[in-house]
């Protein structure tokens, strides 16, 4: 199991419930295949540096987690069918 890093940029228009249930979602695909969840932090609405499908600004969320490759592969074909989501990225954390 490697240690991830993930940084999603949500739709603004979301409701807090709406970011709520991403991030439960979220979480649950890496626990429900023997992942952790290290950390995660809501980083809040900020401006995009350029506009992303006419949007301006967006809500960003970060997570970290332990997660095997299955359920790696299972979060990023999450993301890409996820019409909330405008952008998200998931590199490997450097382990120590």
Request: proline share 3%; charged share 30%.
């Amino acid at each position: 199991m490697h240690s991830y890093e993930q940084i999603t940029i949500l739709k603004p228009q979301l409701s807090d419930k709406e970011i709520a249930e991403f991030v439960a979602k979220t979480k649950e695909c890496v626990t429900g295949n023997g992942g952790e969840v290290i950390s995660e932090e809501a980083m809040g609405r900020k401006k995009l540096a350029h506009p992303i499908h006419h949007t301006r600004d967006g809500y960003y969320s970060y997570l970290k987690y332990k997660c095997s490759d299955e359920a790696l592969a299972a979060l990023r074909y999450q993301n890409r069918i996820n019409e909330n989501i405008l952008r998200s990225i998931i590199f490997k954390s450097p382990e120590k």
